[in-house]
């Protein structure tokens, strides 16, 4: 029985999920409901939707009276919600959390009269939306040429101060090219990485399901470009089909797969996924898929000639230590050394073949008279391998694999029997590092160039760390808010504060707001390393600021002296620091008062330290509370001249 296994990511994303959601809701709370356009690219969704009761519309001015419509997850322009304002029409807003923010972005800076670039598709409706939302100046381009062509055909008093932002799924090697194009010597212009992640995580994750499997099922609208891309990243792995529904498992040819994997476009809803998984299984089980074997050709082609540099396939029959044997399905006896198994000589054919493994190998040599053919699983892996590596170069695909060594100026990961050269600078390790650090531990990069010539590759460990870090970045900007309450790790202290990382984020506690008490280092409060609660006191995204708190109002001493103490008690103090003008103590943990030089004794007092020294506790009356000012004066002498009246008192009653 075939072992199904759907992507992890398969299906829905956030944005699509939410706005397939909302329309639903919408009809459930209103009595005629439109949508303005398609909601998704995905027939049976919109079919569902239509049978429920709503209908889809190109403009505002096609709205009923009293009809509520639904703005799908693309956005749509300012223009069209001052339309929906003077029609009075109710309106459920599905624009996507992170394109709305595109809107944010573009209208402040048009506003402040910067000029923005976008880099996208100006046709595609999330660009249109977002031009939409502009201000003032903006240029829609779709490549780095395009954006150079821009700056080289307009004079720099156009573009005074520059900002600039990506359709949600733009290509993200292209948006690096487009960065480069911008002038260097600029220090005022402010770039938005507004890529969407997700599409880059699902299609990832396909390939990572593909090619682990024999045999791939993509579920996803024929007009849907992410559905369509994902096909091309799985057939590149292994046979792979598109379908729309469960209804068309059954045409297709589902044999010989031991292994099979189900994943889905952003427009496929959950309840399309479960019903292919469960048709196909339904399929798998009852059919009879045995392989119906025609004896006569088998007999045929073992009469069959073979020639130098043919692809074969074969099935491993043994292996020893030097070799594993194939049957190639001719008179022949096939053998493929170990040298043309593997590159990597820590390895025994064991390690990389098993019996019954059916193997793609290319002949290198053949003897008729011996009926012995040599052949190679290394080639045929390479030129697979070399393939994988130019496609996933143009879909930016991460690879992962593991660093075989360190060589001069950076680390070798073989992948798929290719090399791929990462440099130092591209290693994600800091600047001097030793390189053997990263040696035989797994990484997953990005292909930055390829050379066909040679069939080598150059990669990026630190693209993807770099990638993984931005999203972060994305996923807490859209949830953080003042007052929300983060676990971080502190990771680094300075003479003014602790950096601590919210997860892929780094926040800033001011020294200040570590402690009530005044403390000289952080580290009199926290280390590098622990885990602490902290919330968001101030958030700048634009300067990628976050001010966080750590320490707690309910534990402010301050407070606590309040409840606890008042002017003419009479308390046990410890002298803490000496002053030519008094000396300080503390009354209690975090609150100090001043003894002033007048307060220590019922005489004239030259030096502090003739009367009290640091360490000392001496009994104080409290004369004075400015909490305000965070003053508290207390008096030594005040005690002195309280005895010195029961003394006369007692003396008279004598
Ligand atoms: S921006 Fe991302 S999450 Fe939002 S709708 Fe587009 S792909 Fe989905």
Known sequence: MAEITVAESAGFCFGVDRAVKLCYKALEEYKAVATLGPIIHNQNVVDDLIRKGARIIDNISELHENECVVIRSHGVSASVY?????????????????????????????????????????????????????????????????LNEFFQGNSRDLYKKLAIVAQTTYNILVWRKCLEVLPKDDPNIMVYDTICHATQVRQSDADKLSRKSDLMIVVGGRHSSNT???????????????????????????????????????????HIIKEVKETMTDIIENNNLEEDINFA??????????????????????VNNTEAI????????????????????S???????????????????????????????????????????????????????????AVKGGVIITYAGVRVFIPASQSGLPRGSEMDSIVKTKQRFTILEVNEHRKRAVGSIKAVLRAEKDAAKEAFWA????????????????????????????????????????????????????YIEVYIKELDQENNRISLGYKKPEDNPWEKFKAN?????????????????????????????????????????????????????????????????????????????DSEDQDEYDADEE
């Open 479 to 530: 949830t953080a808010e003042v007052g929300k309450v983060y676990k971080g790790e502190v990771k680094s202290l300075t003479s003014y504060g602790a950096f601590v990382d919210l997860g892929g984020i780094d926040g800033m506690v001011h020294i200040s707001e570590l402690s009530w008490k005044r403390i000289k280092h952080p580290s009199e409060v926290v280390n590098v390393g622990d």
């Open 347 to 405: 390895k025994k054919p064991a390690d990389i073949v098993s019996v019954g493994d059916e193997l793609d190998l290319i002949v290198t040599k053949i003897n008729d008279q011996e009926g012995i053919v040599t052949l190679s699983k290394k080639k045929v892996d390479e030129a697979k391998g070399f393939e994988e590596i130019i496609q996933a170069k143009e879909a930016g695909t991460i690879l992962e694999g593991t660093v075989n060594a």
């Open 297 to 318: 050709e088998a007999l045929d082609q073992s009469f069959r000639k073979i020639h130098n540099g043919e692809k074969v396939k074969g099935t491993v029959c043994s």
């Open 228 to 270: 369509v891309k994902l096909y091309h990243v799985c057939n590149r792995n292994c046979r792979s089909y598109h379908i729309e529904n469960s209804d068309e498992l059954h045409t297709l040819d589902l044999r010989n797969a031991e292994h099979i994997g189900i994943t889905a476009g952003a427009s496929t809803p959950a």
């Open 326 to 345: 194939v049957d190639v399905g001719t008179k022949h006896t096939g053998y493929v050394p170990l040298s043309e198994l593997t590159d990597d000589s």
């Open 565 to 641: 103490y008042s002017v003419g008690d009479v308390i046990p103090v410890t002298i803490v620091s000496i002053t030519p003008f008094g000396a300080f103590a503390q009354i209690i943990d975090g609150v100090d008062g001043l003894i002033h030089i007048s307060q220590l004794a019922d005489k004239r007092v030259e030096n502090v330290k003739d009367i009290v020294s640091v360490g000392d506790t001496v009994d104080v009356r409290i004369i004075d509370v400015d909490i305000e000012n965070k003053r508290i004066s207390i008096s030594m002498r005040a005690l002195l001249e």
């Open 82 to 146: 001052e339309q929906l304002q003077q029609t009075g029409n109710p309106y459920v807003d599905a624009t996507c959390p992170f394109v709305a923010k595109i809107h944010r972005i573009v209208e402040k800076h048009t506003a402040n009269g910067d000029f923005v670039l976008i880099a996208g598709d100006a046709k595609h409706p999330e660009v249109e939306a977002i031009v939409g939302h502009c201000k003032g100046n903006c240029f829609v381009f779709e490549s780095a040429e395009a």
